[in-house]
């Protein structure tokens, strides 16, 4: 049993150690404040805190951790052993020159976010307002390995000690903003669309289009979910989930209505396959009773308990969005990860607890961070899919790199071949086959 010593046992402190080594490096480990009973351990120790205890591994802590308030953070950003690193700390008999717990803990209670910053047009934290992107790690799963390295240093101090391998996992999400691009808009909606065909200049090429599959004589464009079923047939051990938005129409929220008989047909269809999740609208961000209305509408199509949400245009208010959840029964949360720049927001792609600074506790919700979002790269970044499939695989490696689970974001119409997304079903059908390659991957110490 690995036995950890600290001076004083707090929030903190507890959380990032069990996501550390119950979450990441899967050991079981015991933390002490008594002297006596680490100094008499036996088997593997860390010693954490400002002074080194006896003969064992030391990580020397910067005060972080031991604080229970929010205050001003900008942490040094330096290289050790080619991986970024935060927090610098300057004791000779530390086995780390900085210290890879606090900055775990910045990193994945997203510390940065709870300070004063500004926000995007649709009240994101912006990208470049991060520590991560402004000294170029981003794309660097730098938590994962900031784990392995401390399992490294007990394991050049304690050969005995055994870590689990790590296995490389994928996950497929995809997010339902509309299901159908011409079909089940209702009567209002399709003649605003049949008109604005006719009336706006590079549109009326759509109007052929529109009205072949209002009549049934060709397969509405954005109704890719048999294929997207298809090709998942080849991978069974890839988990697939969807998100489909239940809101109210408005400027931002343009979904299939919830009480359109085919498209609740399709969610139903498609809970045979895959776990469902609610895509929490744009709108509910603002107005947190409209999450509790749209879980409950997915909850009554699937006659099953809403458990799983990502929020519309990635809205994210820390740590507000999360307690909404919370507050509605929902566990688990996909929305993770940047719209303007692919990588690792919170420094992995591992699931891993919420930890809520302002009431200073690990909460029941679990984060699961995504790696990449295909709009991202056609929209923000704005290239080709070669290009795109480029940045899948170099992510791809990174996570295999460390043994944690990359995660893709992907919307059904980026796979209908037109409308500019031509290419991208061969940047889909490339990027499983790469995963399913690198799935037997693990990381062995």
């Known amino acids: 049993m690995l036995l950890i010593h ?14 550390i080594f119950r979450h990441l490096l899967k050991v079981e480990f015991e933390i002490t404040t008594n002297i006596d009973i680490f100094t008499n351990h036996e088997g593997a120790k860390v010693c954490y805190g400002r002074q080194k205890v006896g003969d064992c591994v030391y990580i020397r802590s910067c005060e972080l951790l031991f604080k229970t308030t929010i205050e001003e953070q900008s942490p040094k950003c330096f290289q050790y052993q080619d991986v970024a690193a935060l927090f610098p700390v300057y004791d000779a008999a530390s086995d780390f020159p ?42 660097s799963a730098v938590v ?31 997010d339902i903003d509309a299901a159908y691009c011409y079909k089940h808009k209702g009567i209002f909606r399709t003649a605003v669309g049949l008109g604005r065909d ?68 399709l969610l139903q269809h498609l809970c045979d396959y895959a776990k469902m999740g609610l895509h929490g609208s744009y709108a509910s961000h603002d ?30 208010t820390l740590p507000a969005s999360y307690n909404v959840l919370i507050e509605n029964g929902i566990i688990h949360d ?5 719209a303007e720049e692919p990588g690792f927001r919170a420094g992995t792609g591992n699931p891993y607890p919420f930890f809520d600074l302002d009431s200073d506790s ?14 991202t790269l056609y929209y923000y970044k704005k290239i080709d899919a070669e290009q795109a499939l ?8 990174e996570s295999k790199a460390v043994g944690g689970v990359f995660s893709a974001l992907w919307h059904n119409q980026s796979l209908c071949e037109c409308f500019g997304w031509q290419g991208w079903r061969n940047v889909y059908e490339k990027v499983l086959q790469y995963a399913d390659t690198a799935r037997d991957t693990k990381y062995s110490y």
């Open 98 to 139: 900085f210290d890879p717990l606090a900055s775990t803990f910045f990193c994945l209670s997203r510390y940065e976010e709870y300070l004063p910053h500004i926000t995007d047009e649709h009240g994101r934290y912006p990208v470049t307002e991060s520590v991560a992107f402004k000294n170029n790690f981003l794309q």
């Open 287 to 316: 107005d947190p009773a409209k999450l509790a209305q749209e879980s409950t509408r997915l909850a009554s199509v699937l006659h099953r308990e809403t458990v799983r949400n990502r929020y519309h245009f990635l809205r994210l």
């Open 362 to 375: 690990e909460t029941p919700l679990y984060i699961h961070p995504f790696v990449v979002m295909d709009s």
């Open 144 to 174: 994962d390995r900031w784990a392995l390295m401390i399992a490294h240093a007990i394991l050049k101090k304690y050969p005995a000690m055994k870590f689990p391998s790590r296995n490389f996992d994928f996950e497929d999400t995809f």
């Open 198 to 265: 006719l009336f706006v200049e590079h549109k009326r090429g759509e109007v052929k289009k529109r009205l072949r599959v209002l009549t049934g004589r060709e397969p509405d464009p954005f109704d890719t979910f048999d294929y997207i079923l298809d090709t998942h047939n080849h991978y069974p051990h890839f988990r697939l989930k969807f998100f489909p938005l239940m809101a109210d129409y408005n400027v931002y929220d343009k979904p299939a209505s919830y009480q359109n008989k085919e498209f609740c047909a």
């Open 334 to 338: 996909y929305t993770m990860g940047y």
């Open 6 to 19: 600290v001076p004083r046992l707090t929030n903190r402190v507890g959380y990032t150690l069990n996501v």
């Open 390 to 397: 480029q940045t899948y695989y170099r992510l791809i490696d």
